[in-house]
């Protein structure tokens, strides 16, 4: 994780910084793949293996032999 440092006077003073704080200390006691995961579930993002999946698909749609442009004609 990126260590980004912002003075207090820059935060909006609705921000609980007491509360991140204290959040930052727990998260640096976690394991690594605690933390993999805390970060899976704050993103959600797609894995590299899922977008892979995803990619196939829509392959699939768009790979119509009948529209093959760039094979020469027999």
Do not use: C, G, R
Not at 18 to 38: F, G, M, R
């Amino acid at each position: 994780m990126s260590n980004i440092q912002i003075s207090n006077t820059e935060i909006n003073s609705t921000v609980n910084v007491k509360l991140v704080d204290s959040l930052v200390q727990i998260i640096h006691t976690l394991s690594a793949d605690e933390q993999t995961l805390l970060y899976s579930k704050l993103y959600d993002e797609p894995s590299t293996l899922e977008l892979m999946h995803l990619a196939e698909t829509a392959f699939q749609e768009w790979n119509d032999p009948e529209e093959d442009l760039y094979e020469p004609e027999p």
